[in-house]
């Protein structure tokens, strides 16, 4: 499974961006597809998911300014990021996860977001 990202770049406070991730593989073969954040000197924490079945999940960090969503016919998940703050600047990576005998996570190789104040 390969997970590529791509959108990342230099925004300032209130502007917005988009990224993507796109699979190697039929995105619904995955029981979850994500994204998390790193920033420097901070442990990876989670942004946003979205399940197979389409269920939901924001940090309460960003929730009402970004949107997660998914592309099945290009095997693609977006995360559409509003209102970006200073604190939003993190190395953005993807994430997919298969739940089977045992769990399995795969990493895309991250996007940078830098929002300037």
């Known amino acids: 499974v390969q997970l590529q990202a791509s959108g990342g770049g230099l925004v300032q406070a209130g502007e917005s961006l988009r990224v993507s991730c796109a699979a190697s593989e039929n995105i619904f073969s995955f029981n979850a597809m994500g994204w998390y954040r790193q920033a420097p000197g901070k442990q990876r924490e989670l942004v946003a998911l979205i399940t197979s079945s389409g269920s939901i999940v924001y940090a309460d960090s960003v929730k009402g300014r970004f949107t997660i969503s998914r592309d099945n016919t290009k095997n693609t998940v977006y995360l559409q990021m509003n209102n970006l703050k200073p604190e939003d600047s993190a190395v953005y990576y993807c994430?997919?996860?298969?739940?089977?005998?045992?769990?399995?996570?795969?990493w895309g190789p991250g996007t940078l977001v830098t929002v300037s104040s």
């Open positions: 994430n997919a996860e298969q739940v089977g005998a045992t769990r399995v996570k795969y």
